[in-house]
T-cell receptor, first 118, second 116 residues
Framework: NAGVMQNPRHLVRRRGQEARLRCSPM?????VYWYRQLPEEGLKFMVY????????ESGMPKERFSAEFPKEGPSILRIQQVVRGDSAAYFC????????????????FGQGTRLTVV | AQKITQTQPGMFVQEKEAVTLDCTYD???????LFWYKQPSSGEMIFLIY??????QNATEGRYSLNFQKARKSANLVISASQLGDSAMYFC?????????????FGDGTTLTVKP
C-alpha cells in the first residue's frame, strides 16, 4: 500500500538547466496537486491536475514552469532554465476521485523533492 | 479566498507538558476542513488531525486534539504529554469542501521545541 512517491528526493541543478520532478500518486488516486515550500514558509499551491488535464494552475509562475499528468506514468513538474530563487522543496499530494471519497485525510503528501540551484 | 494565520513563529514546552499551537483562519466558504500537519527536520509532511466545519465535536487523535471555535475562526492544536519527538514544524491548513479535495491553504508554521 505505497503512499505518494516523489523522486528524486534531492536534486541539484546549475542555473539555466532544467529540473524534472516526478510524482506517482497513491494507487487509485486520480488527482494530483503540486505545492512549493520556500525556506521558513508554508506550502503554497501551484497546480492541480487530473489525468491528462490541468484543472487549476493559478499558483504556477507564468514562465518556465509546466506540469503534466499523462494517462500513463507519473505526474511531472518541469522547471526550465532554473534560477537560484527556484531553490525550494516541492511537494506532491494526491486524492481519489472526489465522488469516491470526501475523506479529510485524502490529500496525502509525498516526501518532497528538495531542489537546490547552484 | 482563504487565509491561515499562525502567530507563533516558535514555541517551547517542557517534556510531558501540554502545549497549544494557535491557528486562525478566514474563508468565504460555508463548508470547509481544517488540518494540522507536522514537518520534522527530515522534511516530510505528516498529516495529524482534521476538523470539518460542521463537526460539532472537537477532533481528537491520540495525543492531538483540535480546539475548534467556529465563531472565533480558530482551530488550535493541543498536544498533550509532549515528547522529544514532537519537536518539529507544525502547519495549519484549510480547504473548502465544495472545491476539489486537496487544494489547501497553509499557514507559515510554528516551530515547536520540546525540552527534556
Amino acid at each position: 500500500n505505497a503512499g505518494v512517491m516523489q523522486n528524486p528526493r534531492h536534486l541539484v541543478r546549475r542555473r539555466g538547466q532544467e529540473a524534472r520532478l516526478r510524482c506517482s500518486p497513491m494507487k487509485g488516486h486520480s488527482h494530483v496537486y503540486w505545492y512549493r515550500q520556500l525556506p521558513e514558509e508554508g506550502l503554497k499551491f501551484m497546480v492541480y491536475l487530473q489525468k491528462e488535464n490541468i484543472i487549476d494552475e493559478s499558483g504556477m509562475p507564468k514562465e518556465r514552469f509546466s506540469a503534466e499528468f499523462p494517462k500513463e506514468g507519473p505526474s511531472i513538474l518541469r522547471i526550465q532554465q532554473v534560477v537560484r530563487g527556484d531553490s525550494a522543496a516541492y511537494f506532491c499530494a494526491s486524492s481519489p476521485d472526489r465522488r469516491q471519497s470526501q475523506s479529510p485525510g485524502s490529500a496525502f503528501f509525498g516526501q518532497g523533492t528538495r531542489l537546490t540551484v547552484v | 479566498a482563504q487565509k491561515i494565520t499562525q502567530t507563533q513563529p516558535g514555541m517551547f514546552v517542557q517534556e510531558k507538558e501540554a502545549v497549544t499551537l494557535d491557528c486562525t483562519y478566514d474563508t468565504s466558504d460555508q463548508s470547509y476542513g481544517l488540518f494540522w500537519y507536522k514537518q520534522p527536520s527530515s522534511g516530510e509532511m505528516i498529516f495529524l488531525i482534521y476538523q470539518g466545519s460542521y463537526d460539532e465535536q472537537n477532533a481528537t487523535e491520540g495525543r492531538y486534539s483540535l480546539n475548534f471555535q467556529k465563531a472565533r475562526k480558530s482551530a488550535n492544536l493541543v498536544i498533550s504529554a509532549s515528547q522529544l519527538g514532537d519537536s518539529a514544524m507544525y502547519f495549519c491548513a484549510m480547504r473548502g469542501l465544495n472545491t476539489n479535495a486537496g487544494k489547501s491553504t497553509f499557514g507559515d508554521g510554528t516551530t515547536l521545541t520540546v525540552k527534556p
